[in-house]
């Protein structure tokens, strides 16, 4: 279901709840009006009809499809009735010098706090003790009526403090019930992972495995009524389908939300050696500071990034040396890739000129960064070409690394 959907189906459920209130509000006012024989003024008959009458449009307009802003529309008619009848009815029982019948207005207040939380009762109080002051101050004038300050005060305070606590438990409560949809939501979609994970691993990447292992084996094959097969593309369709395992699993560690902290130090070793053997320009790096062990998602993060600038250097930059480093403050990660090769004329602005040509390393090296709340940037010149990237350190990161 979307997000309107959603809201109008809550925003029904609850005015069924206040329904049955306000159905109750009509004989209490009957009740009121018997007690204390006002049952002959037709301010009062009036009054019941106009609650029976907006109660039976109410439940007609319930009962068919209207859209969200007409339903809150609606909610905002029907409580400016009830505050309507509310009043007449105070101000029909203190001209009469009854100034006990300020509780007349207490559902009111509770209305106004369950349907609009702590602003609708903040609005609601307001009301209250402002319409509530005119009327004091008009039955003195006129209908000579006594009704000392000090009871005021008390009457708005506590209807106050009633509406404030109704309030605040509707606003926890909506804030609960977004707190738990959203656990909802993130527990489907971690489900939804895990499936495609598995689907993954049982069927893609047990081919690219199965078709490494007969690439290497094709490798070796020799023998004098075999034809040996070319090694060098042999060992190539082997490395190929090997490195797209490396990365069908760590799509899949991903997908299955892995938490358990990475050494980012030997990740990155692990990319240096694998540089170093299929030949590549001179790399060296070096790392300072006491690199704390990183959340899986941040490690593999950088990790791709630094993978996909190296292959960047292999295939463009014709460089002889290359230099990565790390380093950190505690506080952040800075890491930066550096080549002596021929760059090229362009800033970050530029990366979505690249995207526009079908070339995605770069913007995708970005959106990394960014994704784990880093920055990203590239220096581009004759001189060579430099990528940094600073990315925070999680706050579970920073715990160990002040314990080290």
């Given amino acids: ?28 006012v009957l009740l ?17 009809c106009l609650l029976i009458t907006a109660n039976i449009v109410a439940r007609y307009f319930y009962r068919r499809e209207i859209s ?6 609606l909610s905002l008619a029907l409580l400016s009735i009830d505050i309507a009848a509310a009043f007449w009815m105070i101000t029909l029982s203190i001209s009469h010098g009854h100034t006990v019948a300020y509780v007349i207005f207490m559902p009111m207040i509770v209305e106004a706090a369950i349907r ?21 101050q008009y039955g003195i004038a006129f209908w000579n009526v006594s009704y000392p300050p000090a009871d005021y005060v008390l009457t708005v305070g506590v209807m106050s403090f009633v509406s404030l606590m109704v309030g605040m438990v509707a606003r926890e409560w909506r804030h609960h019930r977004r707190h738990v949809e959203q656990l909802a939501a993130e527990h489907a979609s971690l489900l939804e992972r895990r499936r495609i994970s598995n689907e993954l691993h049982d069927s893609v990447l047990k081919s690219l495995e199965g078709l490494a292992l007969e ?23 082997e490395n190929v389908c090997r490195q797209i395992s490396r990365e069908i699993r760590d799509v899949i560690f991903e997908m299955r939300a892995e938490t358990a ?36 998602r941040l490690s593999h993060n950088i990790q791709k990034v630094l993978d996909e600038a190296l292959t960047n250097i292999r295939r463009h930059a014709r460089a002889t040396q290359v230099k990565i480093t790390l380093d950190t403050d505690g506080h952040s990660l800075k890491t930066s890739v550096e080549d002596n090769g021929c760059g090229f004329n362009a800033d970050l602005h530029d990366i979505y000129a690249f995207t526009r040509q079908g070339r995605l390393g770069l913007i995708t090296m970005k959106e990394r960064i960014e994704m784990i709340g880093g920055s990203f940037n590239i220096e581009s010149g004759v001189s060579g070409t430099t990528i940094t990237a ?15």
């Fill in 32 to 48: 009121t009006a018997f007690l204390y024989d006002w049952l002959h003024p037709p301010a009062v008959l009036a009054v019941i």
């Fill in 68 to 73: 969200f802003r007409s339903q809150m529309l």
């Fill in 116 to 136: 609009f939380g702590l602003k609708g009762s903040l609005i609601a109080d307001i009301i209250f003790a402002l319409v509530f002051f005119g009327i004091r």
């Fill in 1 to 28: 279901m979307n997000k309107p959907a959603q809201e109008l189906t809550e925003a029904k459920r609850l005015e069924k709840v206040l329904m049955f209130q306000r159905w109750l509000y009509v004989p209490a």
């Fill in 261 to 296: 902290p990475q050494n980012i130090i030997q990740r990155i070793n692990e990319s240096v050696e694998r540089w170093r053997q299929e030949n590549g320009p001179q790399i060296m790096f070096s790392h300072c500071g006491d690199i704390p062990d990183l959340p899986w």
């Fill in 390 to 404: 600073h990315i925070p350190i999680p706050s579970s990161a920073k715990q160990e690394y002040g314990k080290s």
């Fill in 215 to 237: 690439a290497h084996a094709l490798s070796k094959q020799q023998g004098p009524d075999i034809a040996s097969p070319p090694s060098e593309q042999s060992r190539y369709i």
